[in-house]
């Protein structure tokens, strides 16, 4: 049986990150999959249960910690809770298909002691580009968008805990190198790999 690949793509808020997914997920069609994470925070306006997040209650989140459901999950900003259900993952990699995961750095740390067999990519742009992508999309308050220039300052500084490091300064370039990775765990994964382990 061949476990298809896990691809934990971390980095700050502005990187470009769901971007470069959507676009890898066009490129492999039904060979690709994005995990759903699971949320407590509240749904903005346009989002979908089960589409953009899972939003969950406090308490059905915590139940979730209590049984096992999460390959990792935290606490954001001391206030809402994120984290990736085991259902969003491994079934799909036990059928062969690859899994993309768009999380924090603490997420990604969490990830490589449960599925150590996941690539991880930390993605960045160059100085300057942060703040100025955060403000035009005009959804964060000022307060959070301080946070979260605070955030980005001290997730470049694990940048090199990842397997892969990206500067996203060109999108076309970007979308090429980030395929050409989930390309290459394919062909990995097609030589054998582990599951995830339970926590």
Not at 65 to 78: K, P, R, S
Not at 130 to 137: A, F, I, T, W
């Amino acid at each position: 049986m061949i476990l298809g690949p896990l691809i934990i793509v971390s980095g700050p808020s502005g990187s470009g990150k769901s971007t470069l997914i959507r676009r890898a997920l066009k490129v492999f069609g039904s060979e690709l999959r994005h995990s759903i994470s699971a949320t407590t925070r509240l749904k903005r306006e346009g989002e979908v249960d089960g589409v953009d997040y899972h939003f969950w209650t406090k308490a059905r989140f915590q139940k979730g910690i209590a049984d096992g459901e999460f390959l990792e999950y935290a606490t954001v900003f001391g206030k809402n809770d994120y984290g990736t259900p085991r259902s969003e993952v491994e079934p799909y990699r036990l059928r062969g298909l690859g899994v993309v995961l768009d999380v924090d750095v603490q997420g990604a740390e969490q990830l490589r002691r449960t599925c150590p067999d996941g690539f991880s990519i930390f993605l960045e742009t160059p100085v300057g580009e942060y703040e100025r992508r955060l403000r035009e999309r005009e959804t964060d308050p000022e307060d959070a968008i301080q946070r979260r220039l605070e955030s980005a300052r001290l997730e470049l500084a694990r940048a090199h805990e990842f397997n892969a490091r990206m500067v996203n300064d060109n999108v076309e370039q970007a979308v090429d190198e980030f395929c050409s990775l989930i390309r290459s765990r394919f062909e990995a994964a097609s030589m054998g790999g582990r599951t995830c382990l339970r926590i």
